[in-house]
């Protein structure tokens, strides 16, 4: 759990490094064509604001609320309280939460920089570190509540129910948007994807397993997942024979991670890649790093905006 | 005489066969097109990477008369590492011709400061080399990181890169980008290989027997990091094949520099051949680098070199 987390830390960390890299370029939702080729751009722009969809907090809530649990501010707006944030992590980077100062550098959280914020609660995740800090936050008296970790559309209640016991807010009206999605079932000729977590023109490239998040999003959307389908771990650094034998008819990439292998022409340089279904088609889906992984109140309209991208590319 | 040459032939045919081998192991079915896209390049460069590396050792243990010499050991490794980081950060695609030459820079740069630190009027001594090695390593590698972590270029290779070495990206422009280097760094050696024995003998002697002492350790040098730095710029670093092979090929061969870089060729480009199969295959579907295979059967030996070392020359305390 815990590398993968740091490997969906890294990617956000290359996020606000090169934060003024695309925006621009890839707010397109269309299928744009590079070289003759399908290209779906999902960005968060494409998918609903956050609004708060329950009711009010109670008498007895926190007031100053610092969220360094993974990609949880999307809840927290859901859920009402956005602005009763007053710090947070890298990767909860809503509007409405976007201006509360971050608190922790390099993934790691400063207990001295939460402290001086004066919160009554603390949101943390197995993935917050280092426990040393979370420990000298809670001997000062602040309550840190840890709340579950969401890798499938399943474990995605029993989070939002957890953020929400914690901030005093009653999720029923949240969870029945959430549970609109439907259970699926994957016609045995739906197109597999591979979802690839690229870092650099020549560092390796890993593909994405058994609970990498990125396979219960393509199960849904009418996918199949190719690495979860040979039980692959989450994140395996794959050799470039292994991805053709594989052969995906569709590649789901990030944003960030298609920026730094210089963009879809460079991710078909990349051995193997050029030699798959996808790569010899182009068929290539592009997820904004902060949405694709959150699974939040947008997750739904992710997943049916992944859904029709998987319909476009495929033609 | 004879010996020799029916070794380097047994080598060559190994190598011959350890290549043909690996193209027919893999995941994927042998069709051209994982054949010729992706095998194809990734043996090729093994086999250029791996005869760069076993002849930088020949040429640093001959050069510096430094039997613990490896250019992975003294820094020009990783001074090639920083010098392709520096010009990728620039902008430069990794794995092209320039970027081999931003590494041929850092490697030149290691080189000349770590000689220039180990040198003394008794000639480069081994214990101050190898620890000139150490702070040039550390120092490139505390600069590469800077360089990593405040470039805003997403594309910048992971530092771990570097140090572990890997085959899984080799493509032809790879392969393009490092053969003109090594080969330079190939011909520079069998230009010089004679006068590298008489360098052997030790400078006086040698100086003595009409040799240009300073002009052919130079040339040595050079070549050293040519025959290593372009590869480091595509593959990143790989240490000790430099120390192991020349040293297994000197027990068989014997001194003589001819035979020995001809052998440390082979050998080192059968080595990481072989060791760059087993990454590949090995833990299929998953890659291993093989930086770290070669570091793990390495590093043993280094230590064995040393103590052997240490107590020829009685000791260094």
Sequence with gaps: ?315 | MARSIFVLIGLAIALALAGIGAVYVGVADTTSVIVWDIRAPRIILATIVGAGLGVSGALLQGALRNPLADPGIIGVSAGAALGTVVIVSTGVAYGSVVAAIGGIIGGLAAMAAVTVVSRSPRGVEVVTLILAGVAITAFAAAVLSIVLTTSDLAGVRSTTFFTTGSFALATWPGVAATLPFVLTGFIIAAIISGRLDVLSLGDRAAFASGLNVNSVRWWALVAAVLTVAAGVAVVGIIVFIGLLVPHAIRLVLGPRHAPLLIGSALGGALLILIGDTAARTLVAPVELPIGVVTAVIGAPVFLLLLRRTRAQQGGWA
Excluded at chain 1, 78 to 104: C, F, H, K, Q, Y
Excluded at chain 1, 209 to 214: C, D, H
Aim: aromatic residues 2%; hydrophobic residues 50%; negative net charge.
């Design chain 1, 1 to 315: 759990m815990q590398h993968r987390r740091l490997l969906l830390g890294s990617a956000i960390a290359g996020l606000l490094l090169s934060a003024c890299a695309t925006a621009s370029d890839s707010l397109m939702s269309a299928a744009p064509v590079v070289n003759g080729e399908p290209v779906v751009y999902i960005t968060s722009a494409d998918l609903p604001e956050v609004a708060a969809i329950a009711g009010e907090p109670g008498s007895a809530a926190p007031l100053r609320i610092v969220s360094l649990a993974t990609g949880v501010g999307e809840t927290l707006s859901a859920l009402g309280v956005a602005d009763r944030v007053v710090g947070r992590d890298e990767t909860s980077d809503v509007p409405g939460i976007a201006a509360a100062p971050i608190v922790t550098a390099a993934h790691s959280v400063s207990a001295e920089r939460v402290l001086a914020l004066n919160p009554d609660l603390v949101l943390i995740d197995s993935a917050t570190a280092p426990v040393e800090a979370l420990e000298q936050i809670a001997r000062s008296g602040v309550e840190v509540v840890s709340v579950p970790e969401a890798w499938t559309l399943t474990d995605m209640d029993a989070r939002i129910s957890a953020v929400a016991a914690a901030v005093d807010v009653d999720p029923a009206a949240l969870l029945a948007t959430v549970g609109e999605l439907s259970a699926v079932t994957t016609p045995p000729d739906a197109p597999t994807v591979a979802f690839l977590y690229l870092r650099g023109t020549s560092g390796i490239y890993l593909l994405g397993g058994q609970g990498s998040g990125a396979d219960a999003l393509i199960t849904a959307a009418g996918g199949i997942d190719v690495g979860a389908s040979e039980g692959l771990d989450p994140f395996v650094p794959l050799t470039a024979e292994a991805l053709v034998e594989l052969n995906p008819d569709v590649l789901l990439v990030m944003t960030k991670g298609l920026d730094s292998v210089n963009g879809v022409d460079g991710l078909l340089d990349l051995p193997g890649v050029a030699q798959t279904s996808a790569g010899a088609s182009g068929r290539v889906i592009v997820v904004d790093d902060e949405v694709l992984l959150s699974f939040g109140p947008r997750t739904p309209a992710l997943v049916e905006q992944l859904r029709a991208a998987l319909v476009t590319v495929t033609g």
